[in-house]
């Protein structure tokens, strides 16, 4: 890894720290003066230790996005194209025709900076507020209780202190209304957006939205949770904020599945390039299986796997992707965004290797799925890693490895499938059926087809 010397005390930047993939070098720890939970959170994003009289810091491959702890912000700058990132960020939450939108807004940006990104983002939000103000508004019977000339709903005599010498009486009543949670979230979304789309005829749009969704509901500031509740309460009238709904979140909370519990303090927006990664490896495998009689399966669950002694379910094995031929499974793969599995060139040393615990995983999946199909040997298997640019594959020969010496056709099989993001992200978005099909190519599964 590179290393860059940082001049500055990241304690006092007033700007973020960036950190791509090379590492920084800071006179004072950066931990120094946190809260016992402003550490963990860091811990988690970030890699600190120590290297000789200074401190090596440098991002966990995992995460992208802006983490904000202790009165600094690091910039963890994503490793591919903004379009890259939109487009598998709304694919991930269902948003396909967004998505589209997005990645034609952002097909010209290469900015990876935090202001560049964002921006993207903030555009797209502005694009999805705008057409959804076009077409259905949400709106709900929201409970009120207010003192009226007229009777209206319930009246709430115990609430009356007499007989009020205005004639009103406190009644609570159902009234239909804009102010929903979805709109809030849409106004608090373009609020988000404010702070990144610059000065020009994407600012006055933003304006005009944010004037008309002042007019439809009321502004608060949301939590995390909110975004789950207001997912759950979407129909078929309002699956159309679903686009909109994902990007005001990410603007505002990033997206992070791996946040513990929803009341956890959110540094962000950070996103989980792992989870957006394991959403490109489905999209290509779907792609690549297109016109065949291939069928792709996502996050299939085996929970009768591992037992106690009684029978019960002791573990549950989940493989990313399993692609079966007419019912019977025929490729096994797991996602991992682990570019160091990418890299390292033609015969990569230890560290640049697919790890003990990844294969002993991967092969459990595709022994395990054999004997609950019935099948007399293990199915062919694959970890997916991300090809980054700039980055020097291992060979062909690397890039397989068996089970003991048996070399045979039927023995046990791994596959490390080198997925370029922006170039496999640009063949899904066109339907690029070839391209998908060639990443697939040394686990011979088109061969028949």
């Given at each position: 890894?590179?290393?860059?010397?940082?001049?500055?005390d990241?304690?006092?930047?007033?700007t973020?720290?960036?950190?791509?993939?090379?590492?920084?070098?800071?006179?004072?720890?950066?931990?120094?003066?946190?809260?016992?939970?402003e550490?963990?959170?860091?811990?988690?994003?970030?890699?600190?230790?120590r290297?000789?009289d200074?401190?090596?810091?440098?991002?966990?491959?995992?995460?992208?996005?802006?983490?904000q702890?202790?009165?600094?912000?690091y910039?963890?700058?994503?490793?591919?194209?903004?379009?890259?990132?939109?487009?598998?960020?709304?694919?991930r939450r269902g948003?396909?025709q967004a998505?589209?939108?997005?990645y034609?807004?952002?097909s010209?940006?290469?900015d990876?900076?935090?202001?560049?990104l964002?921006?993207?983002?903030?555009?797209?939000?502005v694009t999805?507020?705008?057409?959804?103000a076009?077409?259905?508004i949400?709106?709900?019977?929201?409970?009120?209780?207010?003192?009226?000339?007229l009777?209206r709903?319930?009246?709430?005599?115990?609430?009356?202190?007499?007989?009020?010498?205005?004639?009103?009486?406190?009644?609570?009543?159902m009234?239909?209304?804009?102010?929903?949670?979805?709109?809030?979230?849409?106004?608090?979304?373009?609020?988000?957006?404010?702070?990144?789309?610059?000065?020009g005829?994407e600012?006055?749009?933003l304006?005009?939205?944010?004037?008309?969704?002042?007019?439809?509901a009321?502004?608060?500031?949301p939590a995390?949770?909110?975004?789950?509740?207001?997912?759950?309460?979407?129909?078929r009238l309002?699956?159309?904020y679903?686009?909109?709904?994902?990007?005001?979140r990410?603007l505002?909370?990033?997206f992070?599945?791996?946040?513990?519990?929803?009341?956890?303090?959110v540094?962000?927006?950070?996103?989980?390039?792992a989870?957006?990664?394991?959403?490109l490896v489905q999209?290509?495998?779907?792609?690549?299986?297109?016109?065949t009689?291939?069928?792709?399966?996502?996050?299939?669950?085996?929970?009768?796997?591992?037992?106690?002694?009684?029978?019960?379910?002791?573990?549950r094995?989940?493989?990313d992707?399993?692609?079966?031929?007419?019912?019977?499974?025929?490729?096994?793969?797991?996602?991992?965004?682990k570019?160091?599995?990418?890299?390292?060139?033609?015969?990569p040393?230890?560290?640049?290797r697919?790890?003990r615990?990844?294969?002993?995983?991967?092969?459990?999946?595709?022994?395990?799925i054999?004997?609950?199909?019935?099948?007399?040997?293990?199915?062919?298997?694959?970890?997916?890693?991300?090809?980054?640019?700039?980055?020097?594959?291992?060979?062909?020969?690397?890039?397989?490895?068996?089970?003991?010496?048996?070399?045979?056709?039927?023995?046990?099989?791994?596959?490390?499938?080198?997925?370029?993001?922006d170039e496999?992200v640009?063949?899904?978005?066109?339907?690029?059926?070839?391209?998908c099909?060639?990443?697939?190519?040394e686990?011979?599964?088109?061969?028949?087809?």
């Open positions: 890894m590179l290393l860059r010397t940082l001049s500055v990241v304690s006092r930047a007033r973020p720290v960036v950190l791509n993939e090379s590492s920084l070098r800071v006179a004072i720890d950066p931990q120094q003066g946190l809260r016992e939970q550490q963990r959170t860091l811990s988690k994003y970030l890699n600190i230790r290297s000789g200074r401190w090596a810091v440098s991002r966990r491959s995992r995460y992208a996005g802006l983490v702890v202790g009165g600094t912000s910039w963890l700058e994503p490793p591919f194209e903004p379009a890259s990132f939109v487009y598998l960020l709304l694919l948003a396909r998505a589209d939108r997005a034609a807004i952002a010209n940006r290469r990876r900076s935090l202001r560049g964002m921006r993207v983002l903030a555009v797209t939000m999805e507020a705008e057409r959804l076009a077409g259905h949400a709106q709900s019977y929201e409970t009120r209780i207010e003192r009226t000339g009777v709903g319930r009246p709430l005599w115990h609430k009356q202190d007499g007989r009020p010498a205005d004639g009103k009486v406190t009644c609570r009543f009234e239909k209304s804009t102010d929903t949670l979805e709109n809030r979230l849409i106004l608090a979304g373009l609020a988000a957006a404010a702070r990144w789309v610059g000065a005829p600012r006055a749009v304006r005009t939205q944010q004037h008309v969704w002042r007019s439809i009321d502004p608060f500031v995390r949770h909110d975004f789950d509740r207001a997912d759950l309460r979407l129909n309002t699956d159309g679903r686009p909109a709904l994902s990007l005001a990410a505002l909370f990033g992070d599945l791996t946040t513990s519990a929803p009341n956890t303090p540094y962000a927006p950070v996103f989980d390039l989870d957006l990664f394991e959403t999209l290509v495998a779907e792609t690549a299986a297109a016109g009689g291939l069928e792709v399966r996502a996050q299939t669950s085996e929970k009768r796997s591992i037992l106690t002694q009684s029978g019960e379910t002791y573990r094995i989940r493989p992707l399993v692609v079966s031929r007419r019912g019977a499974p025929v490729l096994v793969v797991d996602s991992k965004f570019s160091k599995y990418a890299t390292g060139g033609p015969t040393a230890a560290p640049h697919i790890s615990e990844d294969i002993f995983q991967t092969f459990f999946y595709a022994i395990r054999a004997q609950r199909n019935g099948l007399n040997h293990p199915v062919p298997a694959a970890v997916a890693a991300p090809l980054l640019a700039g980055a020097t594959p291992p060979s062909p020969d690397y890039r397989q490895v068996h089970w003991g010496e048996d070399l045979s056709d039927v023995a046990a099989r791994l596959t490390l499938l080198l997925i370029p993001v496999a640009a063949a899904v978005h066109a339907g690029n059926v070839s391209y099909r060639g990443l697939f190519a686990t011979d599964l088109f061969q028949s087809d």
